[in-house]
């Protein structure tokens, strides 16, 4: 990884905070056991879009509603691991470049970063439009030649990102 990506994550994961874990059930206080698992996987009862902590980082950075809309999209890759980070990609079945999404995490449950895509302007993206959302950030880019939309693994969601804040 390069450093000037691995110094933009540990920053963001540094000004992440922390959660409320005192407020959440004992299973659903370490997003750190979903890295390496697939987001629909079940761990202490919750898949990784299901986890209180997860859900309302989603919600609360890009309204209510973002946590289902992401829950249902059930085509994913791997949950990676950077630093104190977790990074996780979904799309939809059959329609992955149409709908997406991508996001970065603190494992104490403060969104780190959020990327979302909808074709068809879904939880009013506007449509062909990539958001990112983070800490001071949301704005849209146009989405990459190669596919559109969010990234869909760990290094090319730290590429995006490190372009996005530029």
Same mark, same amino acid.
């Given at each position: 990884?390069?450093?000037?990506?691995?110094?933009?994550?540990?920053?963001?994961?540094?000004?992440?905070?922390?959660?409320?874990?005192?407020?959440?059930?004992?299973? @659903?206080?370490?997003?750190? =056991?979903? @890295?390496?698992?697939?987001?629909? %996987?079940?761990?202490?009862?919750?898949?990784?879009?299901?986890?209180?902590?997860?859900?309302?980082?989603?919600? !609360?950075? +890009?309204?209510?509603?973002? +946590?289902?809309?992401?829950? !249902?999209?059930?085509?994913?890759?791997?949950?990676?691991?950077?630093?104190?980070?977790?990074?996780? @990609?979904?799309?939809?079945?059959?329609?992955?470049?149409?709908?997406?999404?991508?996001? @970065?995490?603190?494992?104490?449950?403060?969104?780190?970063?959020?990327?979302?895509?909808?074709? +068809?302007?879904?939880?009013?993206?506007?449509?062909?439009?990539?958001?990112?959302?983070?800490?001071?950030?949301? *704005?849209?880019?146009?989405?990459? =030649?190669?596919?559109?939309?969010?990234? *869909? %693994? +760990?290094?090319?969601?730290?590429?995006?990102?490190?372009?996005?804040?530029?």
């Amino acid at each position: 990884m390069k450093l000037t990506k691995l110094a933009s994550l540990l920053c963001l994961v540094a000004t992440a905070g922390l959660a409320h874990a005192a407020d959440l059930p004992a299973s @659903a206080e370490d997003l750190k =056991d979903y @890295a390496g698992k697939y987001p629909f %996987d079940v761990i202490g009862g919750y898949s990784f879009f299901e986890n209180p902590k997860v859900i309302e980082a989603l919600d !609360n950075a +890009a309204g209510s509603g973002t +946590a289902d809309w992401i829950d !249902n999209l059930d085509v994913g890759t791997p949950i990676t691991r950077q630093e104190d980070g977790l990074i996780a @990609a979904v799309c939809e079945a059959h329609n992955c470049a149409g709908n997406n999404a991508a996001l @970065a995490i603190a494992e104490s449950g403060r969104l780190i970063a959020l990327c979302l895509y909808s074709k +068809a302007g879904d939880l009013n993206i506007v449509p062909g439009q990539v958001r990112w959302i983070g800490l001071n950030l949301d *704005r849209y880019v146009d989405p990459p =030649d190669e596919g559109g939309g969010c990234p *869909r %693994d +760990a290094d090319e969601f730290l590429d995006a990102y490190t372009k996005v804040l530029k």
